[in-house]
């Protein structure tokens, strides 16, 4: 496992590496996976799928500022490169690009990558200009590792939307695949953020999960149910924890992002749904969802 944080670097030794391959007659698969590190469980799965189908596993770690907004935890976000050393080394990792923000934008950008319309609800309302900063960042990642497919988890299934999208409308010669999201025994989504959670909040969020699968359940059940209803249902148990201060519910079709009829029964659509959440506790904000109408099964770990 090698270590870089230039991007020219990054460039040239994958390039090396195709060269190398093709010159034994071969094509070299390179998987990337663009994480803000401080890894955990979500992430490993990401590498290992990405180990099982490359040649070449390529895992970026960059904290990237023009995704934080001016009051969000840019400046605590969690940091642990030795333990995401040990982690990427046990995974397989080939290259692990970690640069540094003058690496990555060593001159004032006056250049960012732009999705419309699918940036503007669920998280983008709260955070505005996030997306703008997750396209730009991973349009530059894309540009510079050249990689077959880049893996993202489902848990930012808003931001993985967003991503396709762009890779659609600028032609990106990459596969974006989707990881299912993993979670603990007790169903809290994994998230690096979780380390912000004092117990008690910790114990509240655990509503997040519990209310995602009783919509499941609530679906599943056969009961004729509407979007506005699941909501309600939702966002009464959710309420019902003194910490949990809700962001935002929202049932919307996947990958379009679009509203569904308020009042048409769910089981009669038939495209993928997305059920999805922001639930602030103190200052820390959780995202979590399900899928419907899609295979996607959740991962414990
Ligand atoms: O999901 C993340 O960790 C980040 O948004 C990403 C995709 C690495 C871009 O900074």
Redesign the pocket.
């Known amino acids: 496992m090698i270590q870089m944080s230039n991007p020219a670097e990054l460039r040239s030794a994958i390039k090396e590496e195709r060269f190398k391959a093709a010159r034994e007659g071969k094509e070299l698969k390179v998987g990337l996976v663009?994480?803000?590190g401080y890894l955990h469980e979500g992430h490993a799965s990401l590498l290992r799928k990405a180990r099982e189908e490359n040649d070449l596993v390529v895992l970026s770690i960059?904290v990237?500022p023009i995704?934080f907004g001016p009051n969000e935890d840019l400046d605590r976000y969690p940091r642990d490169l030795e333990r995401d050393q040990a982690l990427a080394k046990r995974e397989g990792v080939d290259i692990i690009f970690a640069p540094g923000t003058q690496d990555m934008y060593p001159t004032p950008t006056k250049t960012k990558v732009q999705v419309a319309e699918l940036t503007t609800g669920l998280c983008g309302a709260a955070r505005p200009g996030h997306f703008d900063g997750?396209t730009t960042?991973?349009s530059k990642l894309l540009h510079l590792a050249s990689p077959d497919r880049a893996y993202?988890g489902l848990k930012?299934a808003q931001?993985l939307a967003v991503l396709s999208q762009m890779v659609r409308d600028l032609n990106m010669d990459v596969e974006l695949v989707p990881c299912p999201i993993v979670r603990e025994a007790d169903g809290l989504a994994l998230s690096s953020r979780n380390v912000y959670l004092t117990a008690e909040q910790r114990e509240e969020a655990l509503v997040l999960s519990r209310s995602l699968f009783e919509a499941r359940k609530w679906y599943d059940s056969g009961e004729s149910i509407t979007p506005r209803e699941i909501r309600r249902r939702m966002h009464d148990l959710i309420a019902a924890q003194p910490l949990a201060e809700i962001d935002y519910i929202e049932i919307v079709s996947f990958p379009s992002l679009e509203p569904l009829a308020e009042n048409t029964a769910i089981q009669e659509l038939t495209q993928p749904i997305l059920l999805a959440l922001a639930v602030k506790f103190g200052g820390t904000r959780l995202i979590d969802n399900i899928l419907l109408h899609s295979n996607e099964v959740p991962v414990h770990v």
């Open positions: 663009p994480t803000m960059f990237n995704q997750v960042v991973v993202f930012d931001q």
